[in-house]
């Protein structure tokens, strides 16, 4: 699997977008873009995925760039249980779920 | 609803002693697997499964133990619980191999 590249932390206002960034510039045609979060002393949740197309669901946006190369996972509007830490995945389908080190987001009233 | 737990949140035990954590997914997924979480590490998968009477190794798998009798138990076994082996564990499971993993809410152990 692809290794990435996210920033260690960042701060978003509440209410406002959170922009997420991820560089995975070895990125393989067949290989998949996860993100899940973990909020503090919990399991990894879901968010969503993609492998090609930008895709939305009622948690988050993702965004791929045309060459695959980075991506952005959006919160539209941010709340105080969106702090956690985000990890940024890429994968072809192999068991293992590559975490990394992740961003850790602060939502700030 | 469906869902993925885990048995015990917390366990305190001793070096040498034999523990078994337990993970239960009502999804009937077929796939199930075991992380442990260090700091400094993020997640590193100790064992895997792709079905009933499936098991193989990860990464880390040495001094674990896993069997799969049925679809919905992955018990996670410390043979011989070492200091070493203090950390957060966290069942997950997907209904195949390229499907999403979903994740327990972890077992806290502590080995003294």
């Known amino acids: 699997d692809a290794k990435t590249t996210q920033p260690p932390s960042m701060d978003c206002a509440e209410g406002r977008a959170a922009n997420l960034p991820c560089n995975h510039s070895t990125i393989s045609g067949n290989e998949y873009v996860y993100w899940y979060r973990q909020i503090h002393s919990q399991g990894p949740q879901y968010i969503i995925h993609g492998l090609k197309n930008n895709e939305t669901n009622e948690m988050a946006s993702l965004i791929i760039t045309e060459d695959r190369k980075s991506s952005t996972l959006i919160l539209p509007h941010a709340t105080l249980r969106d702090t956690a830490v985000y990890y940024c995945?890429?994968?072809?389908?192999?068991?293992?779920?590559?975490f990394g080190t992740g961003t850790r987001l602060t939502v700030i009233p | 609803d469906a869902e993925i737990t885990q048995s015990p949140r917390h366990k305190i035990t001793e070096t040498g002693r034999q523990v078994t954590l337990a993970c239960h997914q009502t999804w009937n997924h077929n796939n199930m697997f075991w992380y442990r979480q260090d700091l400094g590490h993020g997640l590193r998968l100790i064992h895997y499964s792709y079905g009933v009477q499936d098991t193989n190794k990860g990464e880390v798998s040495d001094g674990y133990s896993v069997s799969r009798s049925n679809t919905e138990d992955l018990p996670l076994t410390l043979e011989s619980a070492a200091s070493s082996q203090t950390s957060v564990y966290f069942c997950?499971?997907?209904?195949?191999?390229?499907?999403?993993?979903?994740f327990g809410p972890g077992t806290r152990l502590l080995v003294l």
């Open positions: 997950a499971s997907s209904p195949g191999q390229k499907e999403t993993q979903y």
């Open positions: 995945i890429v994968r072809t389908g192999a068991n293992n779920l590559f």
